[in-house]
């Protein structure tokens, strides 16, 4: 029995495509263990495109598009208010897959 998978008789191209998806504002203590309480940070929520030649893969699908209008309120309610996303219609997912040539239908996985 094998251990290893095959050798390629060439090798294997992928790319790794990072987008950003928005930001979002967090207390800086979610992210260094209760230090620098009260202290707004703002971090981005990233989009990760895998070019794999078995299939494209999608990690993470960033926020949904009415965060970049005027229903964002709306659509996260007391949220929109407390974590304060700032994000463009351009950094939504699909136009930024359109950017790179790639429609939602060649994603073969989202994770």
């Known amino acids: 029995m094998a251990l290893y998978p095959p050798k390629r008789e060439k090798p294997v191209e992928m790319r790794l495509y990072y987008m950003i998806g928005a930001f979002l504002t967090w207390?800086?203590?979610?992210?260094?263990?209760?230090q620098g309480m009260g202290i707004p940070t703002e971090v981005p929520t990233p989009i990760f495109l895998i070019d794999h030649p078995e299939g494209k893969v999608l990690f993470e699908t960033g926020l949904h598009k009415n965060i970049a209008t005027e229903k964002c309120e709306e659509h996260w309610g007391f949220r929109a208010r407390e974590?304060?996303?700032?994000?463009?219609?351009?950094?939504y997912v699909v136009n930024q897959l359109k950017n790179l040539g790639v429609t939602p239908d060649e994603i073969r996985y989202v994770v």
Request: glycine residues 0%.
């Open 83 to 91: 974590w304060k996303p700032r994000m463009k219609p351009e950094q």
């Open 27 to 34: 207390d800086k203590s979610i992210f260094t263990y209760s």
